[in-house]
């Protein structure tokens, strides 16, 4: 009789553990969930880093994270499924969005509200991640630079953000966060693209471009490499160690973000990881500038005015390479190969240490409402 009910018992941990309609489910609403969009299995184990290495640092009995996404996304998530299950993964769960999603009803109620609402209401916050470019058409543009690969993925976690903090494509509609207003909403490189864009923001489609007039990798080397937000040289030169992307500076702007909220000194110009084409043009609404590319051409972090834990930037403060010596790359060919986390020094790995501390405090003093 023990041996049935403890295989009983087994079955449901499993059945629970990988179920991808998590908060359908009975689950303990005594923990903390954290939403992880588009968890494919390179973000969980980026989240796991971030845990592992202490960047992260939320107490990990009391908070869960639960991977959303949606139904048409390109990407097969029983993957996931299967590295969740796999690695025994007791703090990580799974749920998907089902709906109907175009261009025409992102910015208005639609099928994903309710299952959104119900998502947020068991969650205190939620992380962005990076990817590729969002369909022109979501803000009121015709597609001259971009190149789409998954416009589910950015129906969703457009709709997702509307819903979160409204915008200025329907200022009738009332925002979730107007009920939590200390919600966490954050996001990196993408993360951030979309958060502007859902709040009736644009982008700019080609960053080389739209802003110097460099057409092809020759002229967009020619802008310096100070200003470039990837790395063109490998796409003239065939060498295995050249970097995908680059290691530049930002310098902060007069809002009090970073300074009085993430305590760095507004002195710093720290360097970060930048791997993007595009950027944010017009605002959204309620979204100040907190940090600006070393020219000042490039907004590449945002802030919220009315709701304090929403933020975003446009670079990648969650790689790994950044907090200890994993690889050695170079920028050019020429360049002595050398780890990123050598290259940007203490004081810009301090900054991110800093930028960690500040999510990690918001999440371990959130509280469950609902």
């Known amino acids: 009789m023990k041996k049935r009910i403890f295989l009983l018992f087994l079955v449901f941990a499993v059945i629970t553990t990988s179920a991808q309609d998590f908060f359908h489910q009975e689950f303990n609403n005594r923990k903390k969930y954290v939403l992880l969009t ?65 261009e025409d009803n992102l910015f208005e109620k639609n099928d994903c509200t309710a299952d959104l609402e119900l998502i947020f209401k068991n969650s205190v916050g939620v992380f962005f991640f990076g990817g590729p470019d969002i369909p022109p058409g979501v803000y009121g543009e015709k ?97 295995t160690l050249l970097m995908g992307i680059n290691l530049h500076t930002i310098k902060f702007t007069d809002n009090p973000f970073f300074g009085d909220v993430v305590k760095v000194s507004k002195r710093w110009e720290p360097r970060i990881y930048s791997s993007h084409h595009q950027a944010a043009e017009k605002l959204g609404k309620g979204l100040e500038v907190t940090a600006l590319s ?32 994993l690889y050695v790359r170079k920028f050019h060919p020429e360049d002595e190969a050398m780890s990123y986390n050598d290259i940007i020094g203490k004081q810009s790995v301090k900054f991110h240490e800093r930028y960690w501390e500040h999510i990690s405090k918001i999440i371990r003093k959130a509280k469950n409402k609902r």
């Open 294 to 325: 070393p020219d000042g051409k490039i907004v590449e972090g945002l802030v919220h005015s009315v709701y304090p834990n929403v933020f975003a930037v446009q670079f990648h403060p969650e790689v790994p390479g950044l907090y200890e010596d």
């Open 143 to 239: 597609n001259t630079r971009s190149i789409v690969t998954d416009p589910a993925r950015h129906y969703f976690e457009t709709t997702f953000l509307f819903h979160l903090l409204g915008s200025s494509r329907n200022e009738q509609y009332e925002p979730f966060l107007k009920e939590k207003p200390k919600y966490l909403v954050t996001g990196f490189c993408l993360g951030m693209q979309t958060m502007n864009v859902a709040t009736g923001g644009t982008l700019i489609q080609d960053i080389p471009s739209e802003i110097f007039g460099a057409e092809n990798p020759e002229a967009a080397l020619k802008i310096g490499r100070t200003n470039l937000h990837r790395n063109y040289w490998q796409e003239i030169v065939e060498d």
């Open 38 to 102: 588009n968890p494919t299995v390179r973000n969980l184990k980026t989240v796991r880093y971030l845990e592992n290495a202490g960047l992260l640092d939320i107490k990990k009995g009391k908070t869960r994270f639960v991977g959303v996404y949606f139904e048409g996304q390109n990407y097969d998530f029983g993957e996931t499924k299967a590295y969740i299950r796999e690695n025994n993964l007791k703090n990580f769960y799974l749920h998907e969005i089902k709906g109907d999603l175009t």
